[in-house]
Antibody, heavy 120, light 107 residues
Framework: EVQLVQSGGGLVQPGRSLRLSCTASGFTLDDCVIHWVRQAPGKGLEWVLNFNWKRGTLDSVDSVKGRFTISRDNSRKSMYLQMNRLRPEDTALYYC?????????????WGQGTTVTVSS | SYELTQPPSVSVSPGQTASITCSGDKLGPRYVSWYQQKPGQSPVLVIYQDTNRPSQIPERFSGSKSGNTATLTIRGTQAMDEADYYCQTWDSNSACVFGTGTKVTVL
């Protein structure tokens, strides 16, 4: 079954770091673009960033530039969203999602989401 | 920054047609996708590239676009279609943009 399983998240103080993971099943990350999308409590969807494994390129929203980065493990099944210098406004439910093969901005598989709370 | 505007809410009676609009500057040349999100669940892609429907999505869902406005139409709306719906495209900087979201209520 093609799916994305997420883990990580939790409560963290402002200015600290947190790492979220996103593990693929039924496909490998080499073949696709992975997006991270967040949803603040009671709010709409906000795209955070995407990473294209083939091109090695990362695009992100301005508010996370220089703070959020991507890495992956050698199995090519898991990727990690490293979030540094976290702010209260980063508090949200974070989803990873796969960009489809026909148009990578179409997100055809989503993880279950993981919650990040930034508070002192 | 690029913005997509949707009506906050749409109400529809069971079996009737619900239409959700999504407007944005120079939206015409850009592909638009639509996502359904039910409470406590992850979003689901229901329309991609303006008019295409993933195989697992019911035929009652359709998409269209005219000028700078895209529309998601749900024909024969069912109670299970009650959800939040988001349109999505990308801007000139290759940044993904989601619409403001529309809550569909089936009365």
């Amino acid at each position: 079954e093609v799916q994305l399983v997420q883990s990580g998240g939790g409560l963290v103080q402002p200015g600290r770091s947190l790492r979220l993971s996103c593990t693929a099943s039924g496909f490998t990350l080499d073949d696709c673009v992975i997006h991270w999308v967040r949803q603040a409590p009671g709010k709409g969807l906000e795209w955070v960033l995407n990473f294209n494994w083939k091109r090695g390129t990362l695009d992100s929203v301005d508010s996370v530039k220089g703070r959020f980065t991507i890495s992956r493990d050698n199995s090519r099944k898991s990727m990690y969203l490293q979030m540094n210098r976290l702010r209260p406004e980063d508090t949200a439910l974070y989803y990873c999602a796969r960009g489809s093969s026909s148009n990578y901005f179409d997100m055809d598989v989503w993880g279950q989401g993981t919650t990040v709370t930034v508070s002192s | 920054s690029y913005e997509l505007t949707q009506p906050p809410s749409v109400s529809v009676s069971p079996g009737q047609t619900a239409s959700i609009t999504c407007s944005g500057d120079k939206l015409g040349p850009r592909y638009v996708s639509w996502y359904q999100q039910k409470p406590g669940q992850s979003p689901v892609l229901v329309i991609y590239q303006d008019t295409n429907r993933p195989s697992q999505i019911p035929e009652r869902f359709s998409g269209s676009k005219s000028g700078n406005t895209a529309t998601l139409t749900i024909r024969g709306t069912q109670a299970m279609d009650e959800a939040d719906y988001y349109c999505q495209t990308w801007d000139s900087n290759s940044a993904c943009v989601f619409g403001t979201g529309t809550k569909v209520t089936v009365l």
